[in-house]
């Protein structure tokens, strides 16, 4: 099948190593047969590299609605900052081509209702390429949790600090604008971790949260801008299964940045990406993980979208990472920003079905301000 990339910035070339380790699997894949950024030169630079990678050099394009017209797509991988991620997405299912988005599914959550309405409005495929439940991994860590390796789950921790030196995230300053990202780090970092969260224990009940933008003002030394998006936020909440979470991430962290994540059961603990620990001490390393639990799955997690991808449209497959998984990992993020917004605990089902949305609203008109 034919795909195109909308989008030709930090993350895309990640993705044409997901479809290299792909063909070299031997395994069916799309051909990256267009890619299209609104920065011709960024573009044609990057079809110089998939030639690299896959061999073949792209189509290159400025305007995606052209390139939707010309060329024969299949799908598309959305690859753009979140303001746009819904009516770029509607465009594509109105071109009849189907849509793996980028995480988070949309910059909030009725915009990411819209989007799974719309896919099923044009009888499209809408995927998430949300890579912390793609690849063996991580499929690894959630299969052998729900088989009881840590026994129940009842606490999650998980803290995020990163120094930027008042800088931008992936020197990217649209990520610290809530009418471009939606939120601040919460949101662009936040919703892997909630959707980690999810997919291991079970949705969300309930958030609360203090959010703060501690830095005023952030610099490349040729651009200065007055972020939006919260560089602060500090998060507990509840799992609908009873458990715990203490969830927290920061772009304003200085001299020293911190990252742990611990998945506590009543058997032992879970540190992803590392080891699993059980009380009489013993170590269960992620290889072994993968050979017992994920030894069918593409290790990398963008490989693994492409054939969730591929899956979705041929085999008509549930994905892993469904446009409704990558709704609820947002409903989290959103409770969160509400709560600190209004100053109570949300339930996420008040976020995801439109009842609570102070904070949305804020972006609504930044967005609105923004045109
Ligand atoms: N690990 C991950 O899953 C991961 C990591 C990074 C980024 N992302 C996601 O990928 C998306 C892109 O992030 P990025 O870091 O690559 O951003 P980026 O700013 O580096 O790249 C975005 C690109 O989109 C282009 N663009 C903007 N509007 C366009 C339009 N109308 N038509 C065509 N191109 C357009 C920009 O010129 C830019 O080159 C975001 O949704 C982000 O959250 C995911």
Request: aromatic share 8%; proline share 3%; glycine share 10%.
């Amino acid at each position: 099948m034919q795909l195109g990339f909308i989008g030709c910035g930090v993350i895309s070339t990640e993705h044409v190593e997901g479809l290299a380790e792909l063909k070299s699997s031997g395994l069916e894949t799309f051909e990256l047969s267009a890619v299209c950024d609104i920065q011709f030169e960024r573009a044609a630079n990057f079809a110089l590299e998939v030639e690299k990678r896959l061999g073949k050099r792209p189509a290159v394009y400025s305007d995606y609605r052209v390139m939707l017209e010309i060329e024969q797509l299949d799908a598309v991988s959305i690859l753009v900052n979140h303001d746009l991620h819904h009516s770029v997405a509607e465009d594509c299912f109105a071109a009849g081509v189907n849509v793996q988005m980028q995480k988070p599914l949309a910059i909030s959550p009725s915009f990411g209702q819209k989007m799974i309405s719309d896919a099923k409005k044009y009888n499209r495929v809408l995927t998430v390429s949300e890579p912390s439940v793609l690849g063996a991994a991580n499929v690894a860590m959630v299969n052998a949790v729900k088989d009881g390796i840590i026994g129940s789950v009842f606490l999650i921790m998980d803290y995020a600090t990163v120094s930027l030196n008042r800088g931008f995230f992936a020197g990217t300053p649209w990520r610290h604008m809530k009418g471009k990202a939606g939120a601040g780090w919460i949101n662009d970092h936040g919703v892997h971790r909630t959707h980690f969260f999810t997919e291991i224990n079970g949705a969300i009940d309930e958030v609360f949260a203090y959010t703060e933008i501690f830095e005023k003002e952030l610099s490349n030394g040729e651009l200065t801008i007055k972020p939006t998006g919260e560089d602060t936020a500090v998060t507990v909440f509840k799992f609908n299964n009873g458990g715990l979470g203490h969830w927290m991430c920061a772009t304003s962290a200085h001299g020293e940045r911190t990252g742990g994540v611990w998945i506590y059961g009543n058997k032992g603990c879970l540190r992803p990406g590392q080891h699993v620990t059980l009380d009489d001490g013993r170590r269960i390393l992620i290889p072994e993980l993968i050979e017992k639990y994920a030894s069918d799955i593409i290790k990398h997690p963008f490989g693994h979208s492409y054939v969730e991808l591929w899956d979705a449209i041929v085999k008509n497959k549930t994905p892993i990472s469904s446009a409704q998984r990558g709704l609820e990992a947002l409903g989290v993020v959103f409770a969160a920003l509400e709560s600190a917004t209004i100053g109570q605990p949300v339930k996420v089902n008040d976020i995801l079905n439109g009842k609570k949305h102070k904070y949305e609203d804020t972006v609504f008109d930044e967005m609105e301000s923004n045109k």
